[in-house]
């Protein structure tokens, strides 16, 4: 096995592409931080693939280096890191299986003090990382998304892209009033998402506040939600404008630049962080990769926000 050294003396096109150049450690035993793939889209609504995300990430994630150029942050130098692979699936035919199995794999992470940082899969999978690392108390959310994903059901099934934080906020897993919502946009059907989120006490700000607010105040008002406790970051790529994240399933224009996202998760540095995850990249919509590149950037960003949180424990 390729060592973390020889990771990063190799160029960047060679070797086996792990999260990051990373060395590949599938028992998360003695890390900081495991990145993760969790390869399932059995949740989408409309256009499939995020289940190819992980991959494809990964490999766009080679382009990655070390040094951050805007917090000097080094995540290598501040603690342990590796790619512990993919969450393996019974059978992905079975929705109430793979969230089990989803939940299962979090969970050994868990016990083991690490914190997970993972690349979806659709987002779906948010809710059953949540049924594993909020077990113990309610977290903050700090959730990017073109979409609240706080709808009840669709076609019958409570269990799909556009309902995490609602099954999430039922079981007592995430603290409403210590979530917001950023980028919300897009015509929908019934306002009933919207509605939802409002109401047990979200924090929503839709794209034309976020647009008038500017980022500065946007990282201030996320900040002032969340607080100091327990928080998770969940960065659905279709909350990026689909001109910089075209490769998704559910795109909707009008949105985040990526330059608007590299500062809002900078200006989240030092906050009480527990894990992130980047979601809903569909590499058959990206034939250029870029999206992947966004989704491994945006990683990247999260890492370095967590390194932190380890090293100022
Ligand atoms: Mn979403
Ligand atoms: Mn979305």
């Given at each position: 096995m390729a060592t973390e050294q020889d990771q990063k003396h190799l160029s960047r096109y060679m070797g086996i592409p792990t999260f990051m150049r990373t060395p590949y450690q599938p028992d998360p035993g003695g890390l900081d931080i495991a990145l993760i793939g969790v390869p399932y889209d059995g949740g989408v609504t409309n256009r499939p693939g995020a289940r190819h995300g992980p991959r494809e990430i990964r490999n766009q994630s080679s382009l990655m280096r070390s040094i951050h150029h805007v917090t000097r942050v080094d995540p290598y130098a501040l603690c342990r890191i590796a790619d512990i692979g993919d969450v393996t699936f019974e059978s992905v035919f079975d929705h109430n299986a793979a969230v089990r199995d989803i939940e299962l794999f979090f969970a050994c992470v868990h016990a083991a003090g690490v914190i997970p940082l993972s690349a979806g899969g659709d987002h779906s999978i948010t809710y059953p990382v949540m049924k594993a690392i909020a077990r113990d108390a309610p977290v903050g959310l700090i959730h990017i998304d073109a979409h609240t994903d706080t709808w009840d059901e669709f076609q019958g099934s409570k269990f799909m892209h556009g309902t995490p934080f609602r099954r999430a906020h039922e079981d007592g897993l995430l603290d409403a009033s210590r979530t917001v919502q950023i980028g919300i946009r897009g015509a929908q059907n019934t306002t009933e998402g919207w509605d939802y989120s409002l109401e047990q006490g979200m924090r929503v700000i839709f794209m034309e506040e976020f647009t008038q607010m500017g980022?500065?105040?946007?990282?201030?008002?996320?900040?002032?939600?969340?607080?100091?406790?327990?928080?998770?970051?969940?960065?659905?790529?279709?909350?990026?404008?689909?001109?910089?994240?075209?490769?998704?399933?559910?795109?909707?224009?009008?949105?985040?630049?990526?330059?608007?996202?590299?500062?809002?998760?900078?200006?989240?540095?030092?906050?009480?962080?527990?894990?992130?995850?980047?979601?809903?990249?569909?590499?058959?919509?990206?034939?250029?990769?870029?999206?992947?590149?966004?989704?491994?950037?945006?990683?990247?960003?999260?890492?370095?926000?967590?390194?932190?949180?380890?090293?100022?424990?």
């Open positions: 980022i500065d105040a946007v990282i201030k008002e996320a900040r002032r939600v969340v607080g100091n406790g327990p928080t998770y970051i969940s960065f659905d790529v279709d909350g990026l404008d689909p001109v910089y994240a075209p490769g998704t399933g559910t795109p909707e224009i009008g949105g985040i630049t990526t330059i608007e996202a590299q500062a809002l998760l900078r200006g989240l540095r030092n906050l009480n962080l527990i894990g992130g995850d980047v979601v809903e990249v569909s590499p058959p919509f990206d034939p250029g990769g870029n999206t992947a590149l966004v989704g491994a950037t945006l990683m990247y960003e999260i890492l370095c926000l967590l390194a932190e949180v380890i090293a100022n424990r």
